[in-house]
């Protein structure tokens, strides 16, 4: 029978090391995704004010109580607590009431929304929206009810009509996976060529947020205006100093030319700056 040769004392070290750190490896893994799965949905038993409300719709406290919620939207955004579920749906219950509604405040639940605000990608933060218990795409400073896992529309939306200030508007609407955690949202600035203080000034000056292409042109005709004044004015007094150094008498005609080149210098000013408020206005 022929024998293999077997591995030296160094190459079992090495073998049982390998077998080891794979098996740790397989324990961590199965460990975290325990973990995944058994984050806990913790909720709060509350009596639900006006008319009932959907599985996934996203409510707030009402002013002046502790236990009543009623359908979140813009104007109680700050008191916004969480999103029904199913009362079953529960591992961990703070309910005190047989007749009161389940409210997540943790963990990964179904939350109506809309695309009213834009689409949804997974990792944005969603707030409540103008349609009461519905929440859309955070894009300003707000309160939110957690950052979305799927993105939006998808399969299960469907097409609503609903009613705005600027008239009747069709948006997608549906549910999606939330990792539910109330917190404050902070619109983060936009990263532009434009230094913040330039751009309050343009928006000063054309009652409306700029773009950065009229900016830069608005600054580049002022830049070249600039050089083109402060040149005319040099000239004029260098030209002028010297001309009254050789001959005196001709101090008139040295005044009149100082009068002519300032009243260009001053048209030139004039339309330069017609030229940017046109540009920072009209070009978007």
Partial sequence: MAKYPSLPLSGKL???????FMAALIAVVSLSAARAKADPVITQGYNLVGQSLSIGAMVSIKSGTTNQVEAANLSNAKALVGVII????AQVSLSSGSNQVE?????VNTVIVTDFNGKIAPGDEIAPSPISGV???????TEVIGVAQSAFPNSSSKK???????GKQTVDMGGIPVVVSVSYYTKQPNKTLVPAALQNLANSIAGKQVKTLPIILGSVIFIVTLIAVVSIVYS???SSIISIGRNPMAQSAVYRN??????????????????????LTRVS
């Fill in 160 to 166: 609503v009509t609903i009613k705005t200030s600027s």
């Fill in 14 to 20: 090495f073998a049982g090391y390998l077998i080891g």
């Fill in 103 to 107: 409210v997540a405040t943790s963990g």
């Fill in 236 to 238: 004029m007094v260098h």
């Fill in 258 to 279: 100082v009068l002519q080149l300032s009243a260009l210098v001053v048209g030139i000013i004039i339309v330069a700056l017609f030229a940017i408020f046109m540009i």
């Fill in 86 to 89: 199913a009362n079953n749906n």
């Fill in 135 to 141: 929440g859309m795409l955070a894009s300003d400073n």
